[in-house]
Nanobody
Framework: VRFVESGGGLVQAGGSLRLSCASS????????MGWFRQAPGKEREFVAA???????YYLDSVKGRFTISRDNAKNTVYLQMNSLKPEDTAVYYC????????????????WGQGTQVTVSS
């Protein structure tokens, strides 16, 4: 299993970024995919999910600002982030996911290197 995240960077508050995650080593189209983030000194948290059907779920604080999408032909999941806020600053990761109670959990223990998103005020 392999995840390669890209697209992060430094942006001012109110700006936009589009993250990409190229996946391999499993049947991408059969699995729900998700984005997670980890801010300095904090635990990794769920951000967004997309099922194989295209149904999406979001962390409350990003609803209306972030959009998750997928391209099964390219084994890639995307995260369009608009109206960015300083509190969105974190390293962003993707993973295949499974339902865990009221939220989504990573399916694999392996994580990619992530992509750093820094939002200045």
């Amino acid at each position: 299993v392999r995840f390669v995240e890209s697209g992060g960077g430094l942006v001012q508050a109110g700006g936009s970024l589009r993250l990409s995650c190229a996946s391999s080593g499993f049947t991408f189209s059969s699995y729900a995919m998700g984005w997670f983030r980890q801010a300095p000194g904090k635990e990794r948290e769920f951000v967004a999910a997309i099922k194989w059907s295209g149904l999406t779920y979001y962390l409350d604080s990003v609803k209306g600002r972030f959009t998750i999408s997928r391209d099964n032909a390219k084994n890639t999941v995307y995260l369009q982030m608009n109206s960015l806020k300083p509190e969105d600053t974190a390293v962003y990761y993707c993973n295949a996911i499974k339902r865990g109670g009221e939220t989504w959990e990573p399916l694999y223990d392996y994580w990619g290197q992530g992509t750093q998103v820094t939002v200045s005020s």
